[in-house]
């Protein structure tokens, strides 16, 4: 290998006069002067060909002894990552040798003067085609992982997206405010994570778990329309597509009805999509029912891109002789079915590990009918009668060779199992549409559940929801009854944001918390400052918050969080790169009055 000539200096040798991706065709005979790492090193003998890149793309540069002989020099010494700055002239390129999956690849240019501005050691994975590599070693190393070309879209697409929301929210009066970051600890459904004050022994900031308290503070204070682009922190077990630090956009509106909130944020989405995707999304979109949307495809964020509904099958199977189903029944329970068409056939096989996958992580059984045209076969098809084969065609509608799969058990098991098969055969069979853009509103959300594991009720959303004004009276005596004026919007089965009208009456504000088992005295310790403000002729307000990285997910058309963050975390909230969370000096711990005990 050539001995490599580094420069030193602080500054590149020259400026640069475009971005690698910029050049086309009408610039030849241009002079330009490139940085760039060199994605990739041809050396054809006496001529050494080097795809220079940067955030704007690639560009190819030819190095020719007898044009510049020092030049030359450095392409041999130059190798992958290796970073360059370069001046040459732009040319078109000889026919036959134009690259059309290039935006540049008309020309090339013929380099004139060359500098190694800094080596590279060997990456320890391949740029192009990184995508093989394996996801810790990628964040470990994720500045390498920043250069590659789908991970520069990812996050320009992010910004777009930004700007998108920032230009529709701007046009329509809302006034972006900053709220802080070190903030009272507020139980909102998760873990807060603690700062220790040092001038404050022994006292705690939380981080916020969302701005939900502060933006009603703001509406209180007259601002009307609020938003930002809010940085929030929760300390739960993490999935794939959570992590422990998010932004969300933020948004608060004085004196809304759901529709009002509705329509606002479809015009932001659908400047998002313009702005990041160039696309035109239908609007308006469609609203469901809470309790539709979980009786027809178990969830609360459906995706409709597909058919494969769920049917609840109880009134078919009145009387059943088929003891499994009776025993159901009998406990008050439910019987839910839905029908894979005959295109869609599973094995006998599949079906029976398809049964064990409920069994051994929801603890139910799965029952299933093949659906010919002079019987039904199957385990069960013997326990069915004729009687109810017709009631089961007559709510179900199964045609010759479908495949009828039910679940019986509680409602609030099955439909949520029976929703995930769903998911699980649209992607097994292809069925899912992917160009489609399926929005939708889920509303009418239940304001409480039922915490078995507490014994008590629980929020749905969070505690500031306001209930449905046709409901108030259900409070003292059916909560559980009790509708929230919550909506979420959906995509495509993913949950781009939700919201709701708040509370803006402190009397109601206090009845709700103790439906929530927060007294008086406690709720004046943890809220006492927002139950103030309501005190203060606070208006009527409501809002929505959308996941930043979840909508650039789903304009990137990726299916992780992690490929549109710049600097992500692995699902034990560690981030490979910086070491983090890591111990700090005992010195610091002595300041904030912290004793570490494990």
Not at 135 to 148: P, Q, S, T
Request: aromatic share 8%; charged share 25%; glycine share 8%.
């Amino acid at each position: 290998m050539p001995e490599i000539k580094q420069a030193l200096m602080p500054t590149p040798p020259w400026r640069r006069t475009d971005y690698c991706g910029a050049p086309r065709a009408k610039d030849a005979g241009r002079e330009v002067a490139l940085w760039g790492w060199v994605a990739t090193r041809r050396d054809h003998g006496s001529l050494i060909f080097i795809d220079l890149r940067d955030r704007e793309g690639i560009i190819q540069l030819v190095f020719n002894p007898e044009h510049d002989a020092a030049a030359h020099a450095v392409a041999e010494a130059a190798r992958a990552e290796f970073y360059l700055a370069v001046r040459g002239r732009v040319v078109r390129r000889s026919e036959g040798s134009v690259n059309a999956e290039l935006p540049t690849g008309e020309i090339e240019v013929v380099v004139t003067a060359a500098e190694i501005l800094n080596p590279s050691l060997p990456p320890p994975f391949p740029l192009s085609g990184a995508e093989g590599a394996a996801e810790e070693v990628r964040l470990k190393f994720r500045y390498l992982d920043l250069r590659r070309p789908e991970m520069q879209s990812n996050l320009r697409r992010r910004h777009q997206a930004l700007r998108g929301a920032r230009a529709y929210l701007d046009a329509h009066g809302f006034i972006e405010v900053e709220t802080p970051i070190l903030f009272k600890a507020t139980p909102e459904g998760a873990r807060d994570y603690l700062v220790p004050s040092r001038v404050n022994p022994g006292r705690f900031y939380a981080l916020p778990q969302s701005p939900q308290l502060l933006k009603q503070i703001l509406m209180v204070g007259g601002f009307d329309r609020y938003y930002q682009i809010a940085r929030c922190f929760r300390d739960e077990d993490l999935r794939a597509n959570r992590q422990p630090e998010f932004s969300q956009i933020d948004i608060e509106m004085t004196g809304p009805r759901p529709e009002d909130v509705h329509e606002m944020a479809e015009g932001m989405m659908a400047s998002i999509y313009q702005y990041a995707a160039e696309t035109e999304i239908e609007r308006p979109f469609p609203r469901m029912r809470y309790d539709d949307a979980m009786e027809r495809y178990g969830s609360d964020k459906p995706d409709l891109r597909f058919g494969l509904e769920m049917r609840n099958l109880s009134a078919a199977f009145a009387g059943t002789q088929f003891k499994v189903f009776a025993e159901t029944l009998a406990r008050g329970e439910q019987i839910y079915g839905l029908v894979l068409p005959a295109a869609c056939q599973l094995s006998r096989r599949e079906l029976d590990d398809m049964a064990e996958g409920l069994r051994s992580r929801q603890a139910l059984g799965l029952a299933w009918l093949k659906i010919a045209p002079d019987a039904w076969q199957g385990p069960i098809a013997k326990f069915i009668s004729d009687q109810e084969r017709t009631r089961v065609a007559e709510i179900a509608a199964p045609a010759a060779g479908d495949t009828l799969l039910m679940i019986a058990g509680a409602r609030g098991k099955v439909r949520p199992a029976l929703g995930d098969l769903r998911l699980r055969l649209g992607a097994k069979f292809d069925l899912i549409d992917r160009a489609a853009l399926k929005f939708l509103w889920v509303v009418d959300f239940p304001l409480f559940d039922f915490s078995e594991e507490e014994k008590r009720l629980v929020s749905v959303n969070h505690p500031f929801t306001a209930p449905h004004p046709d409901d108030i009276g259900l409070l003292d005596s059916e909560p559980l009854k009790a509708r929230a004026l919550a909506y979420d919007m959906v995509l495509n089965g993913q949950e781009m944001g939700g919201g709701s009208i708040r509370i803006h009456n402190a009397e109601l504000q206090l009845r709700v918390f103790e439906l929530l088992g927060i007294g008086r005295e406690e709720a004046a310790v943890k809220f006492g400052f927002l139950l103030d403000a309501l005190g203060f002729g606070a208006p009527p307000h409501g809002g929505i918050a959308f996941g930043v990285d979840r909508i650039a997910m789903m304009v990137c058309g990726t299916d992780s969080l992690r490929d549109v963050m710049a600097f992500p975390k692995t699902q034990k909230a560690v981030d490979p790169m910086s070491g983090a969370p890591s111990e700090v000096d005992p010195r610091q711990l002595r300041e904030l009055s912290i004793r570490v005990a494990l």
